[in-house]
């Protein structure tokens, strides 16, 4: 079953958090710098465990990592990285803490060379998913083809978000024209 028949199968009053993100978050473009860091971030996170682990973990990532303040994580120290080990709310994995805060200082120079992370990606837009993956291996750490491709995906960089079919392409489109 793919993930938007998994997502149109939930009852409209499922707490299950894939329906509200489906719906209302992926494939969408976001235009916030520290949202689009809390979306790398997530996926990220989510490499080797369920997308819903990280939705039901979402407000405590929030949290830990300081609302996704890119200059506030950027800023994180040893004693930030012991305080996320200790979370027992979020995903305790020393490289993913390390790649949040690195993630976030590079995005600080990028927002200074492009006056903002929406601004560099966007300069990137025209990328096809192989040239996006080199660039990102360039760029960031932690990311593969997998992180790289949901994130983009996720955001409207790469087609794919959702099927022909599912009611929430149709808006899509329909708001891209």
């Known amino acids: 079953m793919s993930y938007c028949q998994y997502c149109q199968n939930l009852p409209p009053e499922s707490n299950n958090p894939n329906k509200h993100y489906h719906d209302n978050e992926y494939g969408f473009p976001e235009y916030d ?13 989510q490499a080797g465990l369920s997308w819903t682990t990280i939705l039901n973990k979402r407000q405590h990532f929030q949290a830990a990592y300081a609302q996704f303040e890119i200059a506030r994580v950027a800023a994180f120290d040893d004693k930030d990285i012991q305080r996320l080990m200790n979370d ?9 803490i390390q790649a949040a805060i690195k993630n976030a200082q590079r995005i600080l120079e990028l ?4 006056g ?16 996006w993956l080199a ?23 790469l087609d794919g978000a959702h099927e022909k079919t599912c009611p929430i392409a149709r808006l899509l489109e329909q708001q891209r024209q």
């Open 33 to 45: 710098d520290n949202r689009l860091f809390e979306r790398l971030i997530l996926e990220i996170n």
């Open 88 to 96: 027992a709310n979020i995903i305790r994995h020393r490289q993913k």
């Open 111 to 114: 927002q200074h060379q492009y």
């Open 116 to 131: 903002s992370f929406k601004n560099w990606l966007d300069a990137h837009a025209h990328l096809n998913e192989t040239q």
């Open 135 to 157: 660039l990102f291996k360039q760029q960031f750490v932690f990311v593969g083809k997998q992180i790289t491709r949901e994130f983009l995906m996720s955001l409207a960089y």
